[in-house]
C-alpha cells in the first residue's frame, strides 16, 4: 500500500506531524536510556497466543476468586445485565488504554512515558502516582490472598494445624516474587504453563456445580437494593474483576516491537489479542460467577466474605467432597500467580518510572536489573507485612476498582486523545465515549458508595 492509499491517521504526513508533539525535554535522561532499550532490546518476548494467554491469566484471577461474592449478592437482573454489559467494557476500554502506546508514532515509550512526553511532566507524574495506586495494592491483594488460600487449605484439607502467617506469607509471597525476578520470558513461560489447566480446571468446576444450582431460591431473592442500585453497585467489582492492565503497556510495547515500530500493524495486532482476551476472561469468569452464585446461594457468599476468603476456598469447606477440596485450592493457587505476575510487571514499570522522576540520579546510575531487584525486594517485604495484617479483600477491590483502575483505564485515555494528534482520531468513535461514560458512572458510584458508609 502506498502512503497515499494509507488511512490517514497512518500516513507518514500525520505521523510526522504527531511526532512533534512529543517533547523530549520532558523526559530524563534515565527515561531516554530505558526507550533505548525498550527500542532495541531482545526479540520480542511473547507470540500472539501467548500474550493472549498471559493477559488471560493477569484478568482472571480476581474474577474468580471475589467476584462470586459480590456480584451475586445483589440478586439475579443485576447480575443478568452486568453479564451483558462486562464483554464491551472490557473490550473497548483494555484495547483504549493499549492504544495510548500502541498507536503511538514514538517507538519504545511505555504508557507513562507517552503521557509525560505529550502533557509534561508534572501530569505524567501524576499518572504515574494513579498508576502505581492502581497496581501495587493489587499485588497486596493477591499476597493477602494466597496466604489465606494456604492457610485454609492445610487446616481444612490437610487437616494440619494453623501455620504461622509470617511463615505462610513469607514463603508463598517469596516463591511468587522469586520466581517473577528471575527474568520476564520465564514469567511468560510459567504464566502460560499454569494458565492452560487453570482454564480447564475452571470449566470442571463450573460445570461440577450445576447440579447444585437453584434458580428459584436466586432469582426470588429479596435484595437489600433495587435493580437498578444494585447494578451500579457491581460495577466497581466489575472493573477490578476483569482487569488487566497492568500488563497492557509492556504487551503493547512487545507487539510494537515484533512489526518494528509500524503503528498500523501493531495497532491492528493489539486490537485483535485483546479482543480475544475479553472473551475468554468474559465466557470462562462469568459462566463461574454464575453457578457459584446459583449453587450457594446469597448466605453462602456472605460467609465467604466474612471469612475474607476466595469463595473456591469456601466451596472446599463446605461441600466436604474430594474432587472441590484439591480443585478449588489449585485453580485458587494458580489464578493468584497468574495476576500475581501480571501486577507485578506493572508495579515494577510504575516504581521505575517514580523513581526517574523523584531521583533522576540515582535512577540514571542504576542498571535496569538492579532497578528490577529494589522493586521485587520492596514489593516482598510490604506484600508480606499487609499478608500478615490481613485486611478485608473486598474493601480494597472495591477502592482500587472503582477509584484508579476506572480512571487510568476508562477516563484518562480519553483525555489524552482528545490533546494529542497521534489520537484525535479516536476521541469521538462511539467506543471511545463508550468507555468515558462508563468510567464517570463508575467513579461516581464508588465514591457514593464510600461517602454513605
Known sequence: MTNAELPEQYSEEHLEMARQEFDRENLSDADIEQIKEQREGDDPDGSFMRWVITLFGTGVGAGILFLPINAGSFGFWPLVIATLLIGPMVFFSHRTYARIVSASPVKGLDVLQ????LTGR???FASAVLYWLGIYPTVLIYGISITNTLDSFIVNQLGGVHVSRWVLAGVSVGVMTGAYAVGKKLTLWIANVL????????AAVSLYLIPSWDFDSFLHYDSAYPVWQGLLLILPVLVFSFSHMAALSQFALDMQ???DGDVEATEREVSKVELVTAIMLVTFTMFFVWSCALALGADGMDEAAAQNVPVLSYLA???DTPFMA????IIAICAIVTSYFGHLLGTEEGTGYLLRVVAPNTAARLSTNTLRWIVNIFVFV???????ANPSILDMISVVGGIFVSFLVYIMPVLLFQKATAFKHYARRPDTIFVLVMGLIIMAVTVWNMVRG
Open 122 to 124: 508534572k501530569r505524567g
Open 326 to 329: 484439591w480443585m478449588s485450592p
Open 195 to 202: 494458565v492452560y489447566p487453570l482454564i480447564i480446571a475452571l
Open 382 to 388: 510490604t506484600a508480606v507485612l499487609v499478608a500478615v
Open 257 to 259: 516491537k515484533k512489526h
Open 317 to 319: 469447606n463446605e461441600t
Open 114 to 117: 507517552v503521557i509525560t512526553a
